[in-house]
Every structure is written in C-alpha cells, then in structure tokens.
C-alpha cells in the first residue's frame, strides 16, 4: 500500500501546467455562471480622486484639485451574451447632495420597463460629469468582465505571465491583448482604444480574482497615455460569491497632470427584477 501512495503522489506532482487556452476556457465558463449572480446586486461606491500637476516628475505650483463621490452603482450582464452594463448614480460630491430627477437606481433596474435601459444609460452618462479629467464612462468594475466574456476571446492573443497569490489564493497571471479593430472600448468619436489585460485567475476553478486593464489610444495624433483600471475582487461569504471590492485607476487630464482614483464597494446587496433590461 506505501508504494502504491508513493506512485500515486509522484503522479500528482507531475501533472502538466494548465496552458492558457485551458484557463481562458475555465474563466469563460466561469464568467457565464458567475454574470447573473452578480446581475443581482447592487452596491455602495466611494471614490477619492485626485488631479496633481506635474513638473520634471515633481508636483508643480498649479492647485491640486481632489473630489470625493458616493454612489450606487450595478453591474447588469444583457441577456444573449450582448454584453455587460454598468450603472452609477451619484448620490453626494463632496458630502453635498446631487439632486436629480431620475430616482433610486434600483427602481430603475427593478421596474421592467421598455425605458429602463434609456434611463438607466442617461444616468450613468449625468454621473460621468463629476468625474475629475477626461470624461469617461469605463471607469466602473464591469470593465474587465464586459472584456473578458467569452464572445470576445477571438480579439485577444494569450499568453502565461507567472503566478501570484492574491487573496491567499494562487494565480496564474494571464496577459490578453487585443488585435481586432473595431475594438471593445471605443473613444466618444469611435476612434479604436485597445485593450492589454492582465487576468490573474485561479487555474483550476477559472474565478478571477484581480484584472488590470490598459486601454491605449494607438493613434500618433494624440498624447500618449496608458488609460488603467484595476479591479480586486474578494470573496463575500454572505453571498457566497466573488465581488469586486476596490477599484484603482490612472486616468487623463493633462500632459503635465496626473490623475487617479480609488474606489470602495461594500454593503452589497440583492434587488429583485420583473424583467432584464434589453439593449436597444
């Protein structure tokens, strides 16, 4: 029997790497069972973001300008695999309160009317003007998800970039890069932005639990800027279930600023829908 457990041990141990079409398909699969649970939820979002100029690599004399947002934000998967959405609304600027006329944005999703993806794209487009810097509508978790689906894996070379552990899990680091224009992500002229993801994902269950994505304007025109949003997910026992829990990114303001921001979601929570909102 000992030499029996020896052989089969030493089986173990030489087992073959997973190569990285292997994970990418355990992450598809993964992402396809994981859009609808977090579809059910909605979160609290508190940002920080600052704007500091710059001069030879040191803050220079011109004011530092810094904004604190408290929102509730949504991440909704469309049905058919069109994609994923996310919702903001802007609830305080700097502890004073945003009036709007839109609603709760639960009421929004949950109501199962034609209007909701109207109303909900006129609410996330209202929260992006109190954004410091470019203006912008990507800053959101649902990024790295909406970019990770499975429709989309044709766009991106693969390749295995080492491992790291990450909420005492071990990672294999997977590097995507996108090849395919027109691309995901898209500047406000249509304009392509490509996309370099790094996916740090557990390889023998496909959970993902940290992307970092670099969208670059490829374009000789244009300051060059690596545009970065970095999402860390944690595992909320409650729910049983893997949530985006802190967001860091590095956005445009100026050639001589730099811009960056760093989101909290906590009090997750589940709201019932009569209906999924359908694109338009």
């Not at 990285?20 to 699969?29: N, S």
């Not at 309160?97 to 949950?110: E, H, I, K, R, S």
């Not at 244009?222 to 409650?238: C, G, K, L, P, Y």
């Amino acid at each position: 029997m000992r030499l029996v457990a020896v052989a089969v041990i030493g089986l173990v141990l030489t087992a073959p790497e997973p190569t990285p079409q292997e994970i990418r398909a355990r992450l598809t699969a993964y992402l396809a069972e994981y859009e609808p649970k977090l579809s059910e939820l909605i979160a609290d979002e508190r940002v920080v973001q600052h704007d500091v100029p710059i001069h030879d690599g040191r803050p220079g004399s011109e004011p530092i300008r810094r904004r604190r947002l408290t929102s509730e934000v949504a991440f909704i998967a469309l049905p058919g695999n069109a994609g994923w959405l996310g919702f903001r609304r802007v609830l305080k600027v700097d502890d004073a309160p945003v009036v709007d006329t839109l609603g709760a944005l639960t009421a929004t999703l949950a109501s199962g009317l034609k209007e909701d993806y109207a109303r909900a794209r006129i609410m996330l487009n209202e929260s992006a003007r109190f954004n410091l810097g470019k203006p912008r509508t990507i800053n959101l978790p649902n990024l790295p998800l909406e970019s990770l689906q499975g429709q989309h894996a044709g766009r991106f070379s693969i390749r295995i970039a080492g491992s790291q552990r990450i909420g005492g899990r071990r990672t294999t680091k997977l590097v995507l890069v996108e090849n395919v224009s027109p691309t995901i992500v898209r500047e406000f002229d249509g304009s392509d932005m490509r996309s370099i993801i790094s996916a740090f994902v557990e390889p023998d269950t496909g959970r993902l639990w940290r992307a970092d994505v670099i969208i670059r304007d490829p374009r000789p025109t244009v300051v060059q800027f690596d545009h970065i949003v970095s999402v860390t997910f944690e595992e909320n026992r409650a729910l049983g279930l893997l949530v985006p829990s802190r967001m860091r990114e590095h956005f445009f303001s100026a050639a001589d600023r730099k811009a960056w921001g760093d989101s909290t979601y906590t009090n997750y929570r589940r709201f019932q829908t009569s209906a999924r909102i359908v694109p338009q």
